[in-house]
């Protein structure tokens, strides 16, 4: 891995970032909910990159991994925020976002707010648009709607998952899924059928959501939320290199 680096925000925020310089289009890739640049995905797609000499770009929204602020004050719209300024700053050329779980959603929403033919092609992995929607029971949205933070069990770790009620309330000013897309650029979903967290039908609502002619859908019959085996691994990094040949 390179060296750990910060990008400082207008606010002062510090947003930790690893970056590969090499050939373009530059893979950007977005964590999900509470995970970081550290985790297997992101990983892997940055030795991959390391290896073929392409451009790559890690991060860790403010509040997460390595960067400073507090989870609590996190959003979409201040994390989409932080992708485009180091999208901006550090990304000459075309890009390829790859978001996992809530990072397909921020993924959607930095392509949306990107110039036209900057983004080359996006790849969802458990994309996760509109979660706030469809994520949470009535008593548990009608908590975030009354200020009230909620936390669930967290199968991936000991410390329940939190969601903080301005995260809820701008997740619900950034729904997607209930119009079209105004996204042309070719797309990949991955999702696995076996996903407790995010419904694979949710891949499906996306892939006719986008205007896009050439979205492309896969499904792993026994991939779980995560999607991090070795053979889920080896798959991603195949449609990434397929992807990166397609935008050449």
């Not at 310089?21 to 995905?41: E, N, R």
């Not at 967290?154 to 998952?161: K, M, V």
């Not at 979205?215 to 990434?240: E, N, P, Y």
Request: with cysteine; aromatic share 8%; charged share 20%.
């Amino acid at each position: 891995m390179t060296e750990l680096a910060f990008h400082e925000m207008p606010d002062g925020r510090r947003i930790a970032y690893r970056l590969l310089t090499g050939v373009g289009p530059a893979i950007v890739f977005l964590p999900g909910y509470k995970s970081d640049m550290a985790g297997g995905k992101a990983t892997a797609l940055f030795e991959w990159a390391q290896d073929k000499g392409r451009a790559c770009l890690l991060l860790d929204y403010s509040g997460c991994g390595q960067s400073g602020g507090d989870f609590a004050d996190g959003t979409l719209s201040r994390w989409r925020d932080e992708v485009l300024a180091l999208v901006e700053a550090h990304c000459d050329g075309p890009v390829i976002l790859a978001g996992s779980s809530m990072g397909g959603w921020l993924m959607l929403l930095a392509a949306l707010a990107l110039p036209p033919g900057k983004v080359a092609g996006m790849i969802g992995i458990a994309a996760a648009p509109d979660f706030t929607e469809w994520g949470f029971d009535r008593a548990q949205a009608a908590l975030l709607k009354r200020g009230k933070a909620i936390h669930e069990e967290n199968p991936y770790g000991p410390e329940p998952t939190p969601t903080y009620p301005g995260f809820w309330a701008d997740g619900q000013e950034q729904l997607l899924l209930g119009q079209e897309i105004a996204l042309d650029c070719p797309v990949r979903l991955l999702h696995g059928q076996a996903d407790a967290d995010v419904p694979w039908e949710v891949s499906l609502k996306l892939a006719a959501a986008l205007h896009s002619s050439n979205v492309q859908a896969t499904f792993i019959k026994d991939g779980d939320h995560r999607l991090s085996r070795d053979q889920d691994i080896a798959l991603l990094l195949r449609t990434v290199e397929t992807l990166v040949a397609e935008a050449a």
